[in-house]
């Protein structure tokens, strides 16, 4: 024998679907927003303690100033895709710089 359809129950889990999928989406999103890869997240957050470290009266440097100082860091750690981790600790810099030097 066939089961009721119930178009209550039906058109509540519809309603909650997009709401689970939101969130997994959104979670996905905020997990890779400071890199893909173990070494990337690092590098970032290498970059973003060293940002964070600038002098007060410091000013942004620029992306050859930054890029130097990624390969610098990059050096000691000595793992990963060279391209990649540099634009992480790239990314990471300009956000501890601006975490700490309000403009």
Request: glycine residues 8%; hydrophobic residues 40%; aromatic residues 12%.
């Amino acid at each position: 024998m066939a089961r009721q359809f119930k178009p209550v129950r039906f058109f509540v889990m519809m309603a909650v679907t997009p709401f689970l999928m939101c969130g997994v989406t959104a979670f996905y999103t905020q997990r890779t927003a400071h890199g893909r890869t173990a070494e990337e997240r690092a590098a970032y957050a290498i970059g973003e303690k060293a940002g964070e470290r600038a002098p007060r009266d410091a000013k942004l440097p620029t992306a050859a100033e930054l890029n130097m100082m990624a390969q610098k860091y990059f050096k000691q750690q000595g793992t990963g895709n060279e391209q990649n981790w540099d634009l992480a600790f790239e990314n990471g810099y300009e956000a501890g710089f601006k975490k700490t030097h309000p403009q």
